[in-house]
């Protein structure tokens, strides 16, 4: 018992710090142009291909630093010449736009890089066994994933809070137009946040690829998690989305962990029911079952209780 | 039409023949259509465009009349399925006796209580907040449906049989001739329907709540039952299409209610256009064509749909109707004519070009998925070596000189355009 549960927490805060670069990236977006990317997590999906590329022909390492400047450009450009354009339409055509752009993504991945599963893997250096504990072993790659994240983490929080930059970014969130009067370009802005935005999306990517696999869907399987914890933990809100992303990778890991279901609920309290029912599927629900349908329950519960998420202060 | 309609429609002498008139050509269009294209592919394709027809107009009920932007409406859809599929094994079980033909009825049904049950707490708010409870419970109606095995039927689906109720006339529906008049009598009903709704003050009311919430509070409406009666009645048509999709192909699968068909309703209706009420119909025409003509010859037919929707939400906001629209000025002038030769003379290098591109694409595609030395294609019935100098030569001349002699072209159509929306007086007086 002790082994599964320090083994799921660990899973967990890895996940949890992964998704956190991806939605780090997306609710500062949102917080200042007031538009959810859903192309978000088609720009990880882009990390991992560029660097899967790039790994065939330069190594791992070089990849990890090249493929998200390459993906941080690509960000840009979008946010330049796209969604910038598509503005003045208004905001219902921009989250189109964005959707419109993942779906594109997706295809134009599968037009280059094709349908299978790319065979991306980690470096020999980090294949090996970090610790093993109560006889299961802790990879070496976790243990880099973990690192990497957790400095992405600290330099995010020195640059937004202690430099000169991140002082205007956070003065063009809350008053962009008088941050333009003082003489910022917050167009400028917008798009380095976007295009680093995209970048940190990638790096995600690239560290992610090997571990989660490197294929076409895996944009979608992360996109709406991602949108699930930007929303719970408040949009806009760098606190909430570093909370709530430790809390869906762990919800994730320990339901998959914990194989509890309605029937031993029912046992307990010696409650028998009629296996031919309509109702046999509820009451032998598992919790490894609903594992992928909790974060969406969370979602819908926080957005009727508390719509502004946990750590959040506005309504969109 | 109501009391209401006419106070409200400027033209209120409108002849009671004149507004039918549309009603009664959609009639036959729709009588008429399987004589023309009466092979099978034709009726398969017009009964899946049938189905999306409904589908997109429902969808259009919340994001283009009632300003709510949807990413789960194919739950509504997808339930509307199961339950139809569900009714029709009852029937064949002879639980009870039920006219094959009114199934639908009770996948709207279904689709108009999870519509009050969802919408009771997702339409409080429009915009962000909405989308991604829209989201959300897509995400959760999808990832539910692989669990509860005995109603949505785990991987494989629900299969039902059609054929099996009281007969109608001597029709069983076995043939998919019928099925097309089924489906037919049900476009026509439904969308009457939901043009009628749109004129409703319930519809109206929608109209001003997407407008300007606040201004709509202040003539006393409350935003949020307005929106509600608008999801409610969204759920209950698309769950009719549900109905009749189960109907048409007897089985349904969680394919049915998961995001990539809620994605696949946004896109139809947003080509098509949004602000129109035929705009979701002819998206849907023209997505159904794409996606059965094209894919016939092309295996990268989504990145064409992908292409072509992004550019739509870039330039074209209004949608393919929004075009066709935009001729309405000129066309009561009668000075559309005055348009023609402008369209030919960049139409033909426009259509070099996006044939160009389209090649470029085929022929890298074919190059990267062929089998190791497979290098002979062909393209519009042209057999060429994709590996080979003088094709790419051509591609890239098409591209280039299509692209070119487009842009030289684009200030005469300017100028024609701004000619033929002048009133006529203006013009004889010399113009500009």
């Not at chain 1, 390492?61 to 010449?81: Q, S």
């Not at chain 1, 973990?146 to 430099?163: E, K, Y």
């Not at chain 2, 899946?48 to 932007?69: H, R, T, V």
Request: aromatic share 14%; hydrophobic share 55%.
């Amino acid at each position: 018992m002790l082994e599964l549960i320090f083994f799921s927490l660990l899973n967990g805060i890895v996940t949890g710090l992964l998704l956190f670069m991806l939605a780090s990236g997306l609710t500062l977006i949102f917080s200042m142009m007031g538009v959810l990317n859903f192309a978000h997590a088609s720009f990880y999906m882009l990390g991992a291909y560029f660097a899967y590329t790039i790994s065939i022909y330069l190594g791992f390492w070089v990849g990890l630093i090249v493929a998200p400047i390459l993906v941080g450009l690509m960000g840009a450009v979008v946010e330049r010449y796209g969604l910038r354009y598509v503005h003045r339409w208004g905001h219902v055509a921009e989250l189109i736009f964005t959707f419109g752009l993942a779906f594109l993504i997706e295809e134009v991945v599968q037009f280059i890089w094709g349908k299978d599963t790319k065979a991306y893997h980690e470096p020999e250096i980090l294949q090996f066994p970090l610790f093993t504990f109560f006889g299961q072993n802790f990879p070496a790659y976790k243990a880099f994933m973990l690192l990497i994240s957790i400095g992405i983490f600290i330099m995010l929080l020195l640059i937004l809070t202690r430099s000169r930059v991140g002082l205007i970014i956070q003065a063009a969130i809350h008053k962009p137009n008088m941050t333009a009067m003082l003489g910022h370009n917050v167009p400028l802005v917008f798009m380095g946040v976007f295009g680093v935005g995209c970048a940190l999306a990638g790096l995600a990517g690239v560290i992610a690829g090997p571990a989660l696999g490197t294929f076409p869907g895996m944009a979608f399987v992360l996109g709406s998690i991602v949108f699930v914890i930007v929303v719970v933990g408040g949009l806009g809100s760098l606190t909430g989305a570093f909370v709530a992303s430790l809390l869906i990778g762990l919800l994730q890991t320990f339901a998959i962990a914990l194989d509890y279901s309605v029937n031993d609920l029912l046992q307990i309290f010696n409650i028998s029911f009629d296996a031919d029912s309509a109702f046999r599927d509820l009451w032998t629900l598992s919790l490894p079952q609903i594992a992928p349908i909790l974060p969406y329950l969370l979602l819908i519960l926080i957005l009727i209780f508390r719509p502004t998420g946990l750590f959040g202060n506005r309504e969109t | 039409m109501s009391e209401i309609t006419k106070t409200a429609s400027p033209v209120m002498a409108r002849p009671l023949m004149k507004t039918l008139l549309p009603w009664i050509g959609f009639f036959i269009l729709l009588l008429a259509l399987p004589n023309i294209f009466s092979s099978n592919v034709g009726l398969y394709t017009m009964n899946l465009m049938g189905i999306f027809i409904i589908f997109a107009l429902s969808y259009n009920m919340l994001l283009g009349q009632g300003g709510m932007l949807s990413f789960g409406h194919a739950v509504y859809f997808g339930l509307g399925g199961f339950m139809s599929v569900h009714f029709m094994n009852y029937i064949e079980d002879g639980d009870f006796t039920f006219p094959m033909y009114l199934i639908p009825i009770f996948g709207g049904l279904i689709g108009l209580v999870f519509g009050i049950i969802i919408g009771s707490f997702s339409t409080r708010r429009a915009g962000t907040v909405f989308a991604m409870i829209s989201l959300g419970v897509g995400e959760l109606m999808a990832a539910s449906s692989l669990i509860f095995v005995a109603f949505f039927g785990g991987e494989e689906g629900v299969s039902g049989d059609r054929t099996t109720g009281p007969e109608l006339a001597g029709i069983n529906f076995g043939q998919d001739i019928h099925i097309y008049y089924l489906i037919a009598g049900w476009v026509f009903v439904t969308v009457a329907l939901m043009y009628l709704f749109s004129r409703t003050p319930a519809g109206r009311m929608a109209n001003a709540v997407r407008d300007n919430a606040e201004r709509a509070e202040f003539v006393g409406y409350s935003q949020r039952k307005v929106r509600f009666v608008s999801f409610c009645a969204s759920g209950f048509f698309a769950g009719i299409a549900g109905g009749l999709f189960a109907l048409n192909f007897e089985i349904v699968t969680e394919e049915n209610l998961n995001a990539l068909t809620s994605g696949t309703v946004l896109l139809m209706a947003y080509i098509g256009g949004v602000g129109f009420f035929i705009g979701p119909i002819v998206g849907a025409v023209v997505f159904t064509l794409l996606q059965s003509i094209l894919s016939n010859y092309t295996d990268i037919w989504q990145l064409y749909v992908g292409i072509l929707f992004v550019l739509t939400v870039m330039y074209v906001p209004q949608g393919l109707t929004g075009i066709i629209m935009m001729h309405t000025a000129a066309w009561r002038m009668r000075q559309v004519g005055a348009l023609v030769m402008p369209y030919l003379r960049i139409g033909i290098p426009a259509l070099a070009m996006l044939t160009g591109i389209a090649a470029f694409l085929e022929t890298i595609h074919h190059m990267r998925s062929s089998v190791e030395g497979d290098t002979a294609m062909s393209l519009m019935g042209i057999e060429f070596n994709s590996h080979s100098i003088v094709a790419w030569i051509v591609i890239l001349a098409l591209i280039v000189v299509g692209g070119y002699l487009t842009r030289s072209q684009l200030p005469q159509l300017r100028d024609a355009w701004e000619t033929a929306n002048k009133p006529p007086a203006q013009r004889e007086g010399g113009g500009s």
